[in-house]
């Protein structure tokens, strides 16, 4: 995880480096002969996009390094060159195998979606049947033979 740190701080000065020098070169093509009463103008769609994924890559690389330093600074499994592949695994949470509910709620987001290409009348049948699937999914180990 250390060394996803280092590679995110990298790449935000890299995106500041090449924001600075986006907007540079932008000031320079606008001052062209051309039109030598025009005033040099900066082309910001550009400079606020490469911006703020200088931002977003501080970001990422400060949860990182907070993480990081939480766990106590050991390294993960996957930095390791002597770690075998049982190392990484992780509890995954529980997940129900015989559920149909996932199915059903699939089917439920996808009618919905179909009808907001097609027509809304579809929206609301896939609204009402992913709402049950919902409610059916949340309390599925409240009833039945699973019940706790």
Do not use: C
């Not at 480096?17 to 540079?24: E, H, R, S, V």
């Not at 093509?29 to 606020?48: C, F, I, L, M, R």
């Not at 766990?71 to 930095?79: K, R, S, Y």
């Amino acid at each position: 995880m250390g060394t996803n740190t280092r590679l995110f701080w990298i790449l935000a000065g890299f995106f500041f480096f090449a924001d600075a020098l986006y907007i540079t070169w932008s000031l320079l093509v606008s001052a062209t002969p051309a039109d030598a009463t025009a005033p040099p103008k900066v082309e910001w769609v550009g400079a606020v996009a490469i911006g703020l994924t200088g931002v977003l890559s501080v970001l990422i690389a400060f949860y990182l390094g907070r993480i990081h330093r939480a766990q106590g600074g050991n390294e993960l499994p996957e930095d390791r060159l002597d770690a075998n592949i049982d190392d990484g695994d992780a509890e995954q949470g529980h997940f129900s195998p015989w559920s149909w509910w996932p199915v059903v709620l699939a089917g439920a987001a996808a009618l919905v979606f179909l009808g907001v290409a097609i027509g809304p009348w579809i929206s609301f049948i896939g609204g009402s049947i992913l709402i049950v699937a919902l409610v059916g999914w949340v309390y599925e180990y409240y009833r039945g033979y699973f019940a706790r």
